[in-house]
């Protein structure tokens, strides 16, 4: 009895540990990123629909960086540039080298006009 009571015991704090563990002190984190560095092509769709904090900032970082001059990357945005810093937490710092590796090399297409999910609603008449 004593024996199962301290398998649980330790089965029960190792979940805890794992729970209380941020993932960049784990190897989680190494695995997660390679699952973003290995590809040939990697999509970022939508950049600035949703704030980013901090923490995902440094993250979306280490992935433009390490995948900079490796592998293609494809950014979507209804935000222009200069407006990215109010993604990022308005850390200007951080989102001016994250552009330096993102636009280096890049072709950037500007896509203007009514939206294309739009384009079946029926418009209100004047």
């Not at 960049?24 to 950049?47: D, F, Q, S």
């Not at 993102?102 to 079946?120: C, M, N, Q, W």
Request: aromatic share 6%.
């Amino acid at each position: 009895m004593k024996s199962t009571r301290a398998g649980v015991s330790s089965r029960a704090r190792e979940s805890e540990r794992s729970r209380s563990t941020p993932i960049w002190c784990t190897g989680a984190l190494k695995r997660a990123m390679n699952r973003y560095l290995r590809p040939a092509i990697v999509l970022i769709n939508e950049i600035g629909f949703l704030p980013v904090d901090k923490t995902g900032a440094d993250l979306l970082f280490q992935i433009i960086s390490g995948r900079y001059e490796r592998g293609s990357t494809i950014a979507t945005s209804n935000r222009v540039h200069k407006q990215w810093p109010e993604i990022f937490n308005n850390d200007s710092t951080l989102t001016s080298a994250l552009l330096d590796r993102l636009l280096h090399h890049a072709e950037t297409v500007i896509i203007a006009g009514p939206s294309y999910r739009a384009k079946d609603q029926v418009q209100p008449s004047a």
